[in-house]
Every structure is written in structure tokens, then in C-alpha cells.
């Protein structure tokens, strides 16, 4: 579900840090300045689409420039995004620009989903989590941010044919990340799942996309 917010707008790194540190499930930076209109437009964007427990700040980089220099942003628009995990904040994603489509792909997979609480046992939630999107990626980290070659090549194979998908970060939840190995009986990541079944991991992708096969098998032209 969809929550407006107000969007904090911080004058001090302080006051940036702590927005970003007391939020309970993770926090939104967007690092913009005054006569970029670009910024405008996504400032407008993110306050229809946060989440529950999410923090949407704006950080004027003109105003703020100690931030902007300490984050080495050196272009605006650029989008800070963390989450909470195992109790800690982390930077999970980075994204350059205005890209309006692509920031809704990471919001949604990052935050707009059920807690593994929610259902009865695990394997319920594997079900839940492979069918939250016609295309769902598990993989190690995110698109922007990947923490292994074959998730960066992967993204880049759904970006080559302009692929909508969700993904999901193996990496920030162990449970998930051994159990989906035996449930999908797949012992490596990334995962690719479409309409719930199980294609493979980046090289059958890679396969498939050498013998022409890549954009039937994803049903691309379906989506």
C-alpha cells in the first residue's frame, strides 16, 4: 500500500544522518538542487510513492555541499537509497537521474512487500516473494549496486530488452538466501523466475539470449 509523506528537508549533515538513522525500515535521499528542474519533477514523484516506515528527504547539494562532497555526488538528480538490515542502515542503492521508472523498480522491490512473519511457514513466503511479478530477479544486492558479476550482467540483459522486474537481495536475508537454494534446487544466485517458474541463473539467461531465445522465454512482448 502507498502512504503520502512529507518530505524532510534537512539543512545540516546532522539533520541528514539522523533522518536517515532514526528510520525504522529505511530512508530516501534525494540529493537535488534548486535550478535543476528534473529535481522537481522526481521530488514531486517520490511524495506519491513512499512507504510505510520510510523516510523521503531532500538535500539542497548547493545549500549542503559538505554532503554532496562526502557522498561524491558530483551530478543531481542522484538518489541515496538504504535500508535497514539486521538492525544496521545500509547504502543499498545509487541511482544518477531523473529515472522515474527505475526508482520505482527499487522502491518496490526494496520496500513493497509482506514481512516473512506474515505467513505460516517459510516456504509459503518463498511462494509469496517468486510470485510478487511476472519477472522476479534473486539476486546478490541491487541492480545499481550489485555484489557479484553475474547479477551486474543480468541486470544489464533485463535493461537490453527493457524487461519489467522485480528483484529481491538474497544477501539481506540468510534464511531466504539458503532456503530458495533447496526450494528452487538452484545452488547458485542470481535466480530468474517467470510466471513462477524457474528459468535459471545468468548463463542459461546468457544461453538463451545467444540463440535468440532470451526475449520468449522472459515473454517480454507479454508483459
Keep these: 500500500m502507498l502512504f503520502f509523506y512529507h518530505m524532510q528537508r534537512p539543512t545540516t549533515i546532522l539533520e541528514v544522518d539522523h533522518a536517515v538513522q532514526t528510520a525504522t525500515v529505511g530512508a530516501v535521499v534525494h540529493v537535488g538542487a534548486p535550478w535543476c528542474v528534473p529535481c522537481d519533477a522526481l521530488n514531486e514523484h517520490l511524495q506519491r510513492k513512499t512507504y510505510p516506515g520510510v523516510a523521503v528527504l531532500y538535500v539542497d547539494a548547493e545549500a549542503l555541499p559538505s554532503y554532496a562532497e562526502r557522498q561524491n555526488i558530483e551530478n543531481v538528480p542522484c538518489l541515496l537509497i538504504y535500508r535497514r538490515e539486521s538492525g544496521v542502515m545500509k547504502l543499498v542503492a545509487e541511482i544518477q537521474g531523473a529515472k522515474l521508472e527505475y526508482i520505482d523498480l527499487n522502491?518496490?522491490?526494496?520496500?513493497?512487500?509482506?514481512?516473512?512473519?506474515?505467513?505460516?511457514?517459510?516456504?509459503?513466503?518463498?511462494?509469496?516473494?517468486?510470485?510478487?511479478?511476472?519477472?522476479?530477479?534473486?539476486?546478490?544486492?541491487?541492480?545499481?549496486?550489485?555484489?557479484?558479476?553475474?547479477?551486474?550482467?543480468?541486470?544489464?540483459?533485463?535493461?537490453?530488452?527493457?524487461?519489467?522486474?522485480t528483484f529481491f537481495d538474497v544477501w539481506a536475508d540468510d534464511e531466504v538466501c539458503q532456503a530458495l537454494k533447496t526450494f528452487s534446487d538452484w545452488p547458485t544466485y542470481p535466480h530468474v523466475y517467470v510466471d513462477g517458474e524457474l528459468i535459471g541463473g545468468y548463463d542459461i539467461c546468457a544461453q538463451l539470449d545467444k540463440e535468440g531465445k532470451l526475449v520468449a522465454a522472459l515473454k517480454v512482448g507479454s508483459q
Design 107 to 165: 522502491l518496490r522491490s526494496l520496500f513493497d512487500h509482506r514481512s516473512k512473519g506474515e505467513f505460516a511457514s517459510l516456504d509459503d513466503y518463498l511462494r509469496f516473494l517468486i510470485a510478487r511479478d511476472r519477472v522476479m530477479l534473486f539476486i546478490t544486492g541491487t541492480p545499481s549496486m550489485p555484489r557479484c558479476g553475474f547479477t551486474g550482467r543480468l541486470v544489464e540483459l533485463m535493461e537490453k530488452y527493457n524487461v519489467r522486474y
